[in-house]
């Protein structure tokens, strides 16, 4: 059974860092790509950043250069760096897997609220 279990995030003022990481079991996590989403209030799910099963990494454009995702096949665990915190980055965060030959993100865990003061 796929399971995607996340954690961490929290509270931060503006300028500050946070992390959100994502710990898999129930499928061999060395063949799948892992991909973070946001939604905040109101506004559509977006991509925020994925990392693939051969290591390379891609960002949304609103993080580049900010966040960086990382992941250990060891631990079967993805975190997500968030620094530079901006407001607008506020949203409730979700990880999601998909097998590296696979088209969309098929397994989602469950989100975690992440909130940026001014």
């Known amino acids: 059974q796929v399971r995607l279990a996340v954690s961490g995030g929290g509270l931060a003022q503006a300028g500050g860092s946070l992390r959100v990481s994502c710990a898999a079991t129930?499928?061999?996590?060395?063949?799948?790509?892992i991909g973070w989403f946001r939604q905040g209030t109101g506004k559509e799910r977006e991509f925020v950043a994925a990392?693939?099963?051969?290591?390379?990494?891609t960002y949304g454009d609103s993080v580049k250069g900010r966040f960086i995702i990382s992941r250990d096949n060891a631990k079967e665990t993805v975190d997500l760096q968030m620094n530079s915190l901006k407001p607008e980055d506020t949203a409730v965060y979700y990880c999601?897997?998909?097998?590296?030959?696979?088209?969309?993100?098929?397994?989602w865990g469950q989100g975690t609220q992440v909130t940026v003061s001014s």
């Open positions: 999601a897997a998909k097998l590296k030959t696979g088209v969309r993100f098929d397994y």
């Open positions: 129930g499928f061999t996590f060395s063949t799948y790509d």
């Open positions: 990392i693939w099963w051969s290591g390379g990494s």
